[in-house]
C-alpha cells in the first residue's frame, strides 16, 4: 500500500482539511498519514469565529523525528496553510520522500473572488512558493487568478482565458495542473486537466448550490485515485464525480460542509 502524508489544518468541526482528507484518501486505498499545521475549532468559511493554535514549531521536530526513525512517504498533498508553514512543509517534503514521491499541492486559499478570512494580499505569492515543483497543482478559479497575478473574475472565462491561466500556472513551476470550476456552458461545470502539452477537460452537469469544502473533497479524491495509478483526467473525473454525490446527498439545511461519508462507499468499490 502506497503511504501519503497529508499537510494541512485540523478544523475540527466543518468537514474539510484534515478531516475529510483521512476517510477519503483512505478509502481509495491508500495509507493516510496526517501533519497538522494548525488547529481551529471550526473553519472560517461562515462560521461566526473560531480559536486557532498554530503548529510552526511542531512541524520541524516531527520532520527531525521522522529522518531519525528513517520514516518517508510515496506522496505529499497540501491544503490550507500559512506563510509559516511553507517553509518547513518544503523541507518536509525534501527528507521525508521515498523515491519518485509525488508533490499535490492544492493551494487552498480562496474561493468566489475573495482570500480567505485571515490571508493577507501577499498571501498568494508566498503559496506560489510551494506550487514551484508540484507534480500536480489543483487551484480554483479564484485561487489560480491570484496566484498568477491575472485578473480576478467572477464571470465565465473564454477557452483562451481558462489557457492562457493553465499555461502562467505551469510558469509557476507545476508539472500538471487541475484547474477546477471551469465552465464554457451554463449548465455544465467542470476541470481543466493539463500535462504542459495538451489540456483536456471533464464536465459534470452543473448543480446550483453553494457548497463548503468541495474543493477539499476533489484535492482528496484526486490524490487518492492518482497513488492509485488513474491517469490525472481519470483522477480528476472520479473527484468530480464523488462531489457530485456528496452534494446532492447533503441535506438543504446543512450549510458548512457536503455529507462526503455518503460517498465513501462507491470510492471503496472503484478501487477494489
Ligand atoms: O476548505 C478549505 C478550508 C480549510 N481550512 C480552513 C478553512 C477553509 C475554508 O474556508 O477556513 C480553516
Redesign the pocket.
Known amino acids: 500500500m502506497k503511504r501519503l502524508l497529508t499537510i494541512?489544518?485540523i478544523?475540527c468541526v466543518?468537514q474539510?482539511?484534515t478531516t475529510?482528507a483521512l476517510p477519503l484518501v483512505s478509502a481509495c486505498g491508500v495509507e493516510c498519514a496526517i501533519l497538522p499545521s494548525?488547529v481551529?475549532s471550526?473553519?472560517?468559511?461562515?462560521f461566526k469565529s473560531?480559536t486557532?493554535a498554530d503548529l510552526t514549531a511542531e512541524l520541524g521536530k516531527v520532520e527531525a523525528k521522522w529522518c531519525e526513525l528513517g520514516i518517508k512517504f510515496d506522496a505529499f498533498y497540501t491544503?490550507?496553510v500559512s506563510e509559516s508553514h511553507i517553509d518547513p512543509i518544503l523541507s518536509i517534503m525534501d527528507s521525508c520522500a521515498n523515491p519518485g514521491a509525488l508533490r499535490i499541492v492544492d493551494p487552498?486559499?480562496a474561493?468566489n473572488g475573495r482570500l480567505?478570512?485571515?490571508f493577507g494580499d501577499d498571501f498568494p505569492s508566498k503559496m506560489a512558493r510551494l506550487c514551484n515543483g508540484a507534480d500536480y497543482l489543483l487551484p480554483n478559479l479564484t485561487e489560480a487568478a491570484l496566484l498568477t497575478d491575472s485578473e480576478v473574475k467572477l464571470s465565465c472565462y473564454s477557452r483562451s482565458e481558462i489557457e492562457e491561466l493553465v499555461a502562467k500556472l505551469h510558469a509557476l513551476g507545476a508539472k500538471n495542473v487541475i484547474l477546477t470550476g471551469v465552465s464554457y456552458c451554463a449548465d455544465e461545470l467542470g476541470s481543466a486537466i493539463s500535462d504542459g502539452t495538451k489540456i483536456e477537460y471533464d464536465f459534470n452537469p452543473r448543480i446550483d448550490r453553494m457548497s463548503?469544502?468541495?474543493?477539499?473533497v476533489f484535492a482528496s479524491v484526486f490524490a487518492g485515485a492518482i497513488m492509485r495509478g488513474r491517469s490525472a483526467l481519470d483522477s480528476a473525473a472520479l473527484a468530480a464525480d464523488v462531489v457530485c454525490e456528496a452534494i446532492k446527498a447533503t441535506a438543504a439545511d446543512h450549510w458548512y460542509?457536503v455529507s462526503f461519508e455518503k460517498a465513501l462507499p462507491r470510492l471503496v468499490k472503484a478501487f477494489e
Open positions: 494541512q489544518d478544523s466543518g474539510c482539511s475529510v494548525s481551529l471550526n473553519h472560517t468559511g461562515g473560531w486557532f491544503g490550507y487552498a486559499m474561493d480567505y478570512a485571515g463548503h469544502g468541495t474543493g477539499d460542509g
